[in-house]
């Protein structure tokens, strides 16, 4: 087998084809990198395609990116021959639809969804059968900076918002304050176990949505088996076309839309990086920038960005101006509120130089006057 293109958005557990000496025979090429193909696509032996999360399945479907064989991950057909794709819609049914042949793993241990996922039996040419545990990603446990960070973050959520969640231990830590909140419901293109409680306790039950009203609505799960059982057939959940999930559209639609996404990280001016560390490729664009203009047209909605003052080596995560090779996932005219420990920055409406200053404000002690320095010598 010789120069077999694998596309791909984030996926876990090992990944043999990404290995050296694997590279005449495969070739990654990924629309996000997951810790698997990090150090190959890095290392030259595979590519990244920077693409919003949102127009994956468009891409596919446009035949932009031509797919002979889609493999793909289902549970168990139903009686009537219905398999379902479980945990991961996104991209998936896109693949099914546009591929030459659909190869299936049918696993009694994947979730059953309600939602786009019911693809019938007879789609697939050939079938496997395997009875293996899904990829398991706990949560992880939460450093003071980061319950800090949450904190902060909890106060900007209104009762009767639609929350979406990004990747990461931040918005995962920020639902642990929540508890006392009241008719939130969930948009969101992923969640994990974070959620959970919040659904038995009640705070989570979507009535106050225009869209999907009394229902979440995701495009994929990453957690561990309770959360895997919690979403096995209930209508509670809906695991949706990542097209429609991540349209700025469908998300603005409902009210008070708060994004809670992650970064890299920031400049002064408001300028994101998420998806590199310099020229460095470690993500990807993903669906931050499809929810924060998506939250940013809801009525009230708030767009956030949340991230640690500064690197476990002591570095500024709020910088003069982003690393040479850094990618600008979100503008600084998209920014509304950047949070870390220290506070609240809100730059929504305001010139560069009070930007500048809001920055300064919750940026490390260690480095305030060092950023004050550069911002006299830009603005005087």
Same mark, same amino acid.
């Given at each position: 087998?010789?120069?077999?293109?694998?596309? $791909?958005?984030?996926?876990?557990?090992?990944?043999?084809?990404?290995?050296?000496?694997?590279?005449?025979?495969?070739?990654?090429?990924?629309?996000?990198?997951?810790?698997?193909?990090?150090?190959?696509?890095?290392?030259?032996?595979?590519?990244?395609?920077?693409?919003?999360?949102?127009?994956?399945?468009?891409?596919? =479907?446009?035949?932009?990116?031509?797919?002979?064989?889609?493999?793909?991950?289902?549970?168990?057909?139903?009686?009537?021959?219905?398999?379902?794709? /479980?945990?991961?819609?996104?991209?998936?049914?896109?693949?099914?639809?546009?591929?030459?042949?659909? %190869?299936?793993?049918?696993?009694?241990?994947?979730?059953?969804?309600?939602?786009?996922?019911?693809?019938?039996?007879?789609?697939?040419?050939?079938? #496997?059968?395997? @009875?293996?545990?899904?990829?398991?990603?706990?949560?992880?446990?939460? *450093?003071?900076?980061?319950?800090?960070?949450?904190? @902060?973050?909890?106060?900007?959520?209104?009762?009767?918002?639609?929350?979406?969640?990004?990747?990461?231990?931040?918005?995962?830590?920020?639902? *642990?304050?929540?508890?006392?909140?009241?008719?939130?419901?969930?948009?969101?293109?992923?969640?994990?176990?974070?959620?959970?409680?919040?659904?038995?306790?009640?705070?989570?039950?979507?009535?106050?949505?225009?869209?999907?009203?009394?229902?979440?609505?995701?495009?994929?799960?990453?957690?561990?088996?309770?959360?895997?059982?919690?979403?096995?057939?209930?209508?509670?959940?809906?695991?949706?076309?990542?097209?429609?999930? @991540?349209?700025?559209?469908?998300? *603005?639609?409902?009210?008070?839309?708060?994004?809670? @996404?992650?970064?890299?990280?920031?400049?002064?001016?408001?300028?994101?990086?998420?998806?590199?560390?310099?020229?460095?490729?470690?993500?990807?664009?993903? /669906?931050?920038?499809?929810?924060?203009?998506?939250?940013?047209?809801?009525?009230?909605?708030?767009?956030?960005?949340?991230?640690?003052? $500064?690197?476990?080596?002591?570095?500024?995560? %709020?910088?003069?101006?982003?690393? =040479?090779?850094?990618?600008?996932? #979100?503008?600084?005219?998209?920014?509304?509120?950047?949070?870390?420990?220290?506070?609240?920055?809100?730059?929504?409406?305001?010139?560069?130089?009070? =930007?500048? !200053?809001?920055?300064?404000?919750?940026?490390?002690?260690?480095?305030?006057?060092?950023?004050?320095?550069?911002?006299?010598?830009?603005? !005087?």
């Amino acid at each position: 087998m010789k120069n077999v293109g694998v596309y $791909q958005l984030h996926t876990e557990g090992d990944a043999p084809y990404a290995q050296p000496g694997m590279e005449g025979a495969f070739r990654v090429k990924a629309f996000f990198i997951g810790r698997n193909v990090r150090k190959c696509i890095n290392d030259g032996r595979g590519d990244f395609i920077p693409v919003f999360l949102s127009e994956v399945p468009k891409i596919i =479907r446009s035949d932009k990116v031509s797919i002979d064989t889609a493999l793909v991950h289902v549970s168990p057909p139903d009686r009537h021959g219905y398999c379902s794709l /479980g945990i991961s819609v996104e991209a998936t049914r896109a693949a099914i639809e546009m591929s030459e042949h659909v %190869i299936a793993q049918i696993n009694p241990k994947m979730p059953r969804t309600h939602g786009d996922g019911l693809v019938h039996i007879s789609k697939f040419d050939s079938c #496997t059968e395997v @009875n293996d545990d899904l990829p398991e990603l706990p949560l992880q446990k939460t *450093s003071e900076t980061e319950l800090q960070i949450a904190e @902060n973050v909890a106060g900007l959520v209104e009762d009767g918002a639609t929350l979406q969640m990004g990747i990461g231990s931040i918005p995962n830590a920020v639902l *642990s304050f929540l508890g006392n909140h009241k008719n939130l419901g969930v948009h969101t293109e992923m969640f994990g176990d974070g959620l959970l409680p919040l659904i038995e306790s009640g705070a989570v039950v979507g009535n106050k949505k225009k869209k999907h009203k009394d229902t979440i609505v995701t495009g994929f799960l990453m957690g561990t088996r309770r959360l895997y059982d919690f979403v096995d057939d209930n209508p509670f959940v809906r695991v949706l076309d990542i097209e429609y999930v @991540n349209n700025t559209r469908i998300i *603005s639609q409902n009210p008070k839309v708060t994004s809670i @996404n992650s970064a890299i990280e920031v400049d002064i001016t408001g300028q994101v990086c998420a998806d590199s560390i310099g020229e460095k490729m470690y993500s990807g664009v993903g /669906g931050q920038m499809d929810f924060i203009r998506g939250a940013s047209q809801s009525v009230g909605g708030k767009p956030i960005i949340a991230l640690p003052s $500064q690197t476990s080596h002591g570095e500024s995560r %709020i910088v003069p101006f982003l690393k =040479r090779g850094a990618g600008v996932v #979100t503008t600084r005219a998209h920014v509304h509120y950047v949070v870390t420990e220290y506070g609240v920055a809100d730059l929504y409406a305001k010139t560069l130089k009070e =930007r500048a !200053k809001a920055m300064i404000e919750i940026a490390h002690p260690h480095h305030r006057e060092s950023l004050a320095e550069y911002v006299y010598d830009r603005f !005087k």
